[in-house]
Every structure is written in structure tokens, then in C-alpha cells.
Nanobody
Framework: QVQLVESGGGLVQAGGSLRLSCAASGSIFSFNTMSWYRQAPGKQRELVAGITRGGSTNYADSVKGRFTISRDNAKNTVYLQMNSLKPEDTAVYYC????????????WGQGTQVTVSS
């Protein structure tokens, strides 16, 4: 049973920083792509950033230059460093991992709230 435990959300003023962490466990197979998504009230869930096991990254245009995704494969943990936060970054942030050998099976964390005040 794969488990994803997220931490690091909270309330911050505009211009501030937060670091999210997501620790994955429970699989004998490697976690391939690890990503962060977010969902604001009344909006669809959207990809924020993703990172492959080899370290290739991709970002949503809205966060490029402000957010940095990284991972520690030994700890099966993915991080999201968020700088220069804006009120429009307010959302529930979800960790996602994909296990390719299981047919690209997706697993989701429970979500962590990020609120940016103006």
C-alpha cells in the first residue's frame, strides 16, 4: 500500500516562501515521476511541477522562476521550494507519484493547504 505523507503547507504573506515535502513509502518498485499539483477553490487541479527519477523537471508557466522541485531518491521524498509567493498561489497542493512498472499507476497524497495573504 503506497502512502504519501505531505508537510510544509501554511499561511504566508505575499512575497514569502514555503517548502513542501512529500515522503513516499510502501512500494517495492521505484517511484518514477514525482509531481506536485494544486487545486484552488472552483478550479480544476493543475500540474505545478514534476521531476523524473533521473532529475528532469518541468514547471507550469505560472511558477517558472519562483518554484523549484527536487527529490531525494534514497528517501523517496520530493520537495517543492516556493519563493516569491503570490495570492494566486493559494490552493491545496497535492503530491503525486507514478509507478511505471505497474502500468503508470498514480498515487495521490491527502493534500496540504497553502494560503498566501496579500
Amino acid at each position: 500500500q503506497v502512502q504519501l505523507v505531505e508537510s510544509g503547507g501554511g499561511l504566508v504573506q505575499a512575497g514569502g516562501s514555503l517548502r513542501l515535502s512529500c515522503a513516499a513509502s510502501g512500494s517495492i518498485f521505484s517511484f518514477n515521476t514525482m509531481s506536485w499539483y494544486r487545486q484552488a477553490p472552483g478550479k480544476q487541479r493543475e500540474l505545478v511541477a514534476g521531476i523524473t527519477r533521473g532529475g528532469s523537471t518541468n514547471y507550469a508557466d505560472s511558477v517558472k522562476g519562483r518554484f523549484t522541485i527536487s527529490r531525494d531518491n534514497a528517501k523517496n521524498t520530493v520537495y517543492l521550494q516556493m519563493n516569491s509567493l503570490k495570492p494566486e498561489d493559494t490552493a491545496v497542493y497535492y503530491c503525486n507519484v507514478v509507478i511505471v512498472i505497474l502500468g503508470n499507476r498514480n498515487y495521490w497524497g491527502q493534500g496540504t493547504q497553502v494560503t498566501v495573504s496579500s
